[in-house]
């Protein structure tokens, strides 16, 4: 698992994708994003970066992911599944990004913050601890 003392932020893929894809969002999701000294995300993100890039007919470039710090969880993420959807329902990317965060939340020292471009995804994880 993830420890640190660094200002951490977990990069759900909406925030990258507008930045990468030049999107009106795209630079204040770049400002908010460079706040951070330390972002870490699933490999899901990845997975819908390349996914888009492919959709849209354009080069993926892989210094687009470089400075992310992948989290590989090494358990099912059920309890975290479950608390998400206490607090919302989650469509299953948008909830596996949220799940993740919360597997790692607890070993973040400090407030970890979670920046998404998706308005329920955002209340969700502001309401489960995250500064959003």
Do not use: C
């Amino acid at each position: 698992m993830l420890s640190s003392q660094l200002p951490t932020a977990y990069a759900d893929t909406s925030a990258l994708l507008a930045v990468a894809l030049e999107e009106p969002t795209g630079g204040i999701s770049a400002q908010r994003l460079a706040q951070f000294p330390r972002l870490v995300a699933s490999n899901l993100l990845e997975a819908e970066m390349r996914a888009a890039f492919v959709r849209l007919r354009r080069d993926f470039d892989d210094g687009l992911l470089s400075d992310i710090e992948w989290i590989f969880p090494d358990r099912p993420l059920t309890k975290e599944i479950k608390d998400a959807l206490n607090v919302a329902y989650l469509r299953g990317a948008d909830l596996w990004h949220i799940a993740t965060a919360l597997y790692v939340k607890d070993t973040i020292v400090g407030e970890m913050t979670f920046i998404t471009l998706d308005n329920r995804q955002r209340a969700a994880a502001a309401h489960l601890g995250f500064a959003t």
